[in-house]
T-cell receptor, first 114, second 110 residues
Framework: DGGITQSPKYLFRKEGQNVTLSCEQN?????MYWYRQDPGQGLRLIYY???????QKGDIAEGYSVSREKKESFPLTVTSAQKNPTAFYLC?????????????FGNGTRLTVT | EDQVTQSPEALRLQEGESSSLNCSYT??????LFWYRQDPGKGPEFLFT???AGEEKEKERLKATLTKKESFLHITAPKPEDSATYLC???????????FGEGTQLTVNP
């Protein structure tokens, strides 16, 4: 069964620690994305990657980093430089980039930083 | 700057009571408008893509329509299982990323 797997579902960290969120897809999609969702706000794009070994900043990239070493994997690191890291993080993929195909989302990771 | 506004923020319906959700957008040129459904604690699930004014798409009790300035998601005779947050997103002609609205939280009571 193809899909996107995000892990863990819930993550708790102390302020000042970096944390990495996992995203794996077996849909053979070229493009992958990270979004952040906060109450009362629309999804905001953090980073996206349209091909292996290449990625671009989204609208709110500060305090985050990504890598795309494999087609299937697009991990997101939330660094200590991110001022308000507590949020629901969603990973998505699309066949060839959002211009041509809809996004498929994982079920998210809820990060709480105290 | 692209803007997407969804209304109402929240909507409560009785089972069988039809209604519509609105998505208004401001873009220089529309390449596509997307509707998603999101259940609590889950990722959004794709419903429809609309590309041009006058286009309509249907799926079970849902029908999405598009004009030059807005899209409607019509829900006919809703059931409790239709309760979810419905998100719309637009893609500008020259853009490579979606702009999402804040969503409408729909609750259908039995």
């Amino acid at each position: 069964d193809g899909g996107i797997t995000q892990s863990p579902k819930y993550l708790f960290r102390k302020e000042g620690q970096n944390v990495t969120l996992s995203c794996e897809q077996n849909l053979n999609h070229d493009a992958m994305y990270w979004y952040r969702q906060d109450p009362g706000q629309g999804l905001r794009l953090i980073y996206y990657s349209q091909i292996v070994n290449d990625f671009q900043k989204g609208d709110i990239a500060e305090g985050y980093s990504v890598s795309r070493e494999k087609k299937e994997s697009f991990p997101l690191t939330v660094t200590s430089a991110q001022k308000n890291p507590t949020a629901f993080y969603l990973c998505a993929s699309s066949l060839t980039g959002v211009t041509n195909s809809p996004l498929h989302f994982g079920n998210g990771t809820r990060l709480t930083v105290t | 700057e692209d803007q997407v506004t969804q209304s109402p923020e929240a909507l409560r319906l009785q089972e069988g009571e039809s209604s519509s959700l609105n998505c208004s957008y401001t873009v220089s040129g529309l390449r596509g408008l997307f509707w998603y459904r999101q259940d609590p604690g889950k990722g959004p699930e794709f419903l429809f893509t609309l590309y041009s004014a006058g286009e309509e798409k249907e799926k079970e009790r849902l029908k999405a329509t598009l004009t030059k300035k807005e899209s409607f998601l019509h829900i006919t005779a809703p059931k409790p299982e239709d309760s979810a947050t419905y998100l719309c997103a637009v893609l500008e002609t020259s853009g490579s990323r979606l702009t999402f609205g804040e969503g409408t939280q729909l609750t259908v009571n039995p």
